[in-house]
């Protein structure tokens, strides 16, 4: 019960700061409007790199929103009296990770079809993005958690969160890359 009170929690303090929820989308949707800018309007190339520039924007994006994870509730020493709570600390900090991604990895996956008219992807390779970017970002959001734990407590520990998790991302983007090279290499994503 704790477990959904908390996601509820961090639901509604996020939905009272729009900024923070909105820049990370609002750059996913920047980089992947630019590439098509500087890159050039041909859709053959654009929708053969565009699997990989959704990823970057997305894993970008994600970075950017990492720090409020566990910061606002440090500094107030609400994370403190969560610590005190008859649930587990890895269930708290598991709700706070769900919360994240409710709040950044879901709306990266609903933004993804506009992604897919601005990289000229067909709806099979977009098909293959959604699901990549559904597995993936969970995942993002638990390495971030544990970037962000580590760094909580630093005043300037942005650099430093960057230089922690951006290495443990790539893994994450290796598989994803390989997911998505299957409709191209002749293997089948039929929806």
Known sequence: MIFLEIIKRELQIAMRKNAEILNPLWFFLLVITLFPLVIGPDPKLLSRIALGIAWVAALLSA???????FRDDFIDGSLEQLMLT??????TALAKVVAHWLLTGLPLILLSPIAALLLSLEVNIWWALVLTLLLGTPVLSCIGAIGVALTVGLRKGGLLLSLLVVPLFIPV?????AGLNVPYGGGNWRF
Do not use: G
């Not at 970075?63 to 994870?69: G, Q």
């Open 63 to 69: 970075l950017l929103s990492f720090e409020r994870l």
């Open 86 to 91: 008859a649930q587990p600390l890895p269930m």
């Open 173 to 177: 983007l290796i598989f994803a890359s």
